[in-house]
Nanobody
């Protein structure tokens, strides 16, 4: 069993920054890819970023490239999402997830999900 717990969400003005954290427990993540997804009201869940736990390779949605940075701390079993230059359209519930197979960009490729953390960007 894998448990993922997100934190760090909140309310921020446009142009501001937030850092999300996702603490993982329950098994070894050395061979995993971990990802971040988000879902805004009335919209489908969408991929944000992913990182390989083993070699640190990263993957980003075009909408966040250059503004968001995903990273991980292997010793703490924690991944992070540094979000800079936030825009109102970044407002969503953000979820971390553990990949099980298939495309890194698709939600069904992930087996475990956190409960989500709300990010609200005011204009």
């Amino acid at each position: 069993q894998v448990q993922l717990v997100e934190s760090g969400g909140g309310l921020v003005q446009a142009g501001g920054s937030l850092r999300l954290s996702c603490a993982a427990s329950g098994r070894t993540f050395s061979s995993y890819v971990m990802g971040w997804f988000r879902q805004a009201p009335g919209k489908e869940r969408e991929f944000v970023a992913a990182i390989s736990w083993s070699d640190g390779s990263t993957y980003y949605a075009d909408s966040v490239k250059g503004r968001f940075t995903i990273s991980r701390d292997n010793a703490k079993n924690t991944e992070y999402l540094q979000m800079n230059s936030l825009k109102p359209e970044d407002t969503a519930v953000y979820y971390c997830a553990a990949h099980r197979g298939g495309s890194y960009y698709l939600g069904p490729s992930y087996a475990y999900w956190g409960q989500g953390t709300q990010v609200t960007v005011s204009s």
